[in-house]
Nanobody, 118 residues
Framework: QVQLVESGGGLVQPGGSLRLSCAAS????????MNWYRQGPGKERDLVAT????????KYADSVKGRFTISRDNAKNTVYLQMNNLKPEDTAVYYC???????????WGQGTQVTVSS
């Protein structure tokens, strides 16, 4: 049974930091690129960051470049999102995602809430 379980969300003040984790099980984690998405209130779900299966390449949305860092530990079947200098507009539910071959739906976690507010 495939599971992606996010953790690490919470309430943080502007300028603060959080580290999200996504623990994977039920599939060969090291063979999959991984993504972090987020969905703010009343907004669509947007791609935030991507990391290749071995971790050698990453990509970021322009809105988080220089502030967020995606990483992974294939020995622990876990992908991380380090978020620094958080802004109120980063408030969202954050989801991890494992994309699959065309025609197959990706794996999704249940999400973790991040709220940036003073």
């Amino acid at each position: 049974q495939v599971q992606l379980v996010e953790s690490g969300g919470g309430l943080v003040q502007p300028g603060g930091s959080l580290r999200l984790s996504c623990a994977a099980s039920g599939f060969t984690f090291s063979s999959y690129a991984m993504n972090w998405y987020r969905q703010g209130p009343g907004k669509e779900r947007d791609l935030v960051a991507t990391i290749t299966s071995a971790g050698g390449s990453t990509k970021y949305a322009d809105s988080v470049k220089g502030r967020f860092t995606i990483s992974r530990d294939n020995a622990k079947n876990t992908v991380y999102l380090q978020m620094n200098n958080l802004k109120p507009e980063d408030t969202a539910v954050y989801y991890c995602n494992a994309p699959r071959r065309p025609g197959r739906p990706p794996y999704w976690g249940q999400g973790t809430q991040v709220t940036v507010s003073s």
